[in-house]
């Protein structure tokens, strides 16, 4: 596809939703770009049209967006045409593994007005992390639990912690083969990495168990349960009891260890 982005037009956006909302009676919305607010202005002409409709709907950003593209302004607009929740990611703690190993190049004192301004206008924020990069050092791991709790004080509802996937390509994958640091090299990284939790880096700086450990470390700094999913969890019982029912059930269920073909299909 290449790197040029291809925007889709405010028009066009709005057109879908009108559809879905008078069709279907959606009521939210989940904009799965990867980053909504690339394009700050398309992104506040987005929430104009939204408000100038007057619909009653929420929507969230899932996919996350950089906290680096978006101001106070549009925070506000964002929060007026119905938007509950945005992820910001910071990916780690410590600035230089921020824009020497992730080149990711964001503040992360910029982050924390994001969050304050969020707080403001009573908008739910996540914050994503990843730990476990190639060269990344226990220390520098340390710092990203430090910030992901300084966040949460700020108001971050929940801190999203991941440990690194090399996927065959990409310069994380580059970086590990060619330092001999990839546990196995026929493993399928893929589901090794997200299905089983496993780190597939090991550095002379950290092992693929500190990483664990670290792992473990970074989870306790969430709620047991955040005011998000508590939220969800509430807006599924109201809105669709049978659902909520279902859900509740097959969770029990496995809780026991039983099958879900229990409930039927």
């Not at 982005?5 to 028009?11: F, M, T």
């Not at 929507?59 to 906290?67: E, F, K, L, M, Y």
């Not at 938007?83 to 910071?90: E, G, L, M, Q, S």
């Not at 600035?95 to 707080?119: A, H």
């Amino acid at each position: 596809m290449g790197r040029i982005w291809r925007p889709r037009s405010v028009e066009n956006v709005i057109s879908e939703m009108e559809y879905l909302i008078e069709k279907y009676e959606i009521q939210h919305f989940d904009i799965e770009d990867d980053n909504f607010t690339l394009d700050k202005n398309r992104a506040k002409t987005i929430c104009r049209e939204i408000i100038k409709k007057s619909w009653k709907i929420e929507w969230s950003t899932p996919n996350g967006i950089r906290a680096d593209t978006v101001d106070e302004e549009l925070i506000r607009k964002m929060k007026r045409a119905g938007c509950v929740r945005i992820i910001v990611a910071p990916e780690s703690g410590n600035q230089w593994v921020v824009n020497n190993l992730m080149n990711k190049n964001i503040n992360l004192n910029y982050v924390k007005k994001v969050v304050r301004w969020c707080q403001k206008y009573n908008l739910l924020v996540d914050a994503f992390f990843l730990i476990g990069m190639p060269g990344e050092k226990g220390e520098q791991i340390k710092d990203t639990i430090e910030y992901a709790r300084e966040l949460r004080k700020l108001g971050v509802n929940d801190c999203g912690f991941s440990v690194l996937v090399p996927h065959r390509g990409t310069e994380a994958y580059k970086i590990a083969v060619k330092n001999g640091w990839l546990r196995n090299l026929e493993a399928d990284n893929l589901i090794q990495g997200l299905s089983l939790g496993e780190p597939m880096i090991e550095t002379p700086y950290l092992s693929a168990e500190e990483i664990k450990q670290f792992f473990k470390m970074a989870r306790k700094v969430n709620p047991i349960i955040p005011y998000g999913k508590l939220r969800l969890i509430f807006l599924l019982m109201i809105r669709s009891p049978k659902r909520f029912l279902k859900l509740t059930i097959s969770y029990l269920l496995k809780q026991m260890g039983l099958s879900e073909g229990l409930l039927g299909t």
